[in-house]
């Protein structure tokens, strides 16, 4: 859920890619992406009791297009 390492490409990335190739996300990708974005958010509130504040498609990380419920979220720099 909180991410240090190397990354393939953020979801504004991803998403631009996909439009470039005619291949637009799917209803199923785009709920993946959100179960990864939800589980990172419900961790960060729960757990780290933080609200990372700047949640955007470029803070948004793919880091398997296999597996998109791997999504992480990156630049906690205004959370709180």
Known sequence: VLSMKHAKQNLKQFHSL??????????????????????????????????????????IVIPDSDDLTQATLIDFGIAT
């Open 18 to 59: 996909r439009r470039k190739q005619k291949k637009p996300l799917s209803e199923e990708e785009c709920a993946q992406i959100m179960t990864g974005v939800f589980r990172a958010l419900a961790y960060l509130h729960g757990e780290k009791d933080m609200i990372h504040r700047d949640l955007k498609p470029a803070n």
